[in-house]
DNA sequence: ACACGCATGTAATCGGTTACATGATTGA
DNA sequence: TCAATCATGTAACCGATTACATGCGTGT
């Protein structure tokens, strides 16, 4: 039910489905991903529970877009939400589990894994240093300076970095380990 | 997917979906859980799709046991999951999130989030560290040279408590830049 | 003429969780 | 007697993904 809250914390200012799916893409994306088809039946759903309000707005190009608005009890909702503490569910991590059965593949193909694990992290990484110069450059008072509602985004991008390179210094890790055994 | 691959990983020797999920608490629960009402339907699915082979075994309490084996196609499948190469998949990890939409909250609310949030991530990390501790013990030739078998379980092992040290270290600077700011 | 971006949605399916049903043996 | 462990499963539901359907305006 995660995601609910999530479109109730970015609809700070009322936008459409459309535009929310575009928010994604620049920001929580990292940790956070939602298509159209979760979206737009999700935003009816919470209208009908009172979370939001909607206004249908002529569109220049395209149908006439569907424009929504945290209610008193939407915010109420999401501040409950964050009051209830932080939300720590097992997650499912898909590479992790191949390398624990890594012995079932033979050592040239072993050390190609890791190879590739850390170039698609090294790539991660580089986007969200790349999103980090953008705003470093936007905004002198990055990034202790900066407004609550951009300090604790940018909380969330560090995190991501520092994950990013503690994966890194692994997979380097593991690389020389598994030259030092064969 | 991954979850039959999980399975075919832990089929090294046979066993019944009972056996399954307990082998699942004390190795890969770190990051990836499943249930039995999730494991029983999928092993005999694998078992119709020539993945897996069973035979009845009478039990000394309860009803006869189901153990599964590995067949070739189940080795090979296996084994194609890893020549692929990691799945690198988005994750949703909800108390990011959460920090994201912080500034809904006051001050005081903010600062006892990260409290909870390092107070978990430590009795995570110590669930870790004990588990490597009881390894160290068994065997002698922990950690680099253990048998293959075991010595990728404990390159996961490694990345899971530099991963919890890390998340510690961001909420101890979290919580200095936030009391900074005040 | 055609592709792309805007903008809304539905339907089928899949992976995972929660709750329920059954029944034997063992130990407090 | 009662709870716990062993051991199997089904059913209902929820969250997320993929595919499909529709149609306007703009630029090549």
Redesign the pocket.
Known sequence: ????FVLLGMLREPA????L??RFQNSVRHF???????I?????RMEKDGLLSSEKVP?????????YQRTRAGFEALSQWLLQGPEV??E?VSWLAQVFFLSHIDSTQRRQFFVELKADFKAHLGELERLEQGWQQDDPRYPDALPDETFFPQLTLRLGMMKYRTIIEWCDECLTRLEARD
């Open positions: 039910m995660s995601l609910q459409s489905g459309y535009d799916k575009q956070w991903a939602a298509e159209l088809a979760q737009y039946p999700l935003l009816a569109s220049t190009q395209g149908p006439t877009r569907k424009v569910r097992s499912r």
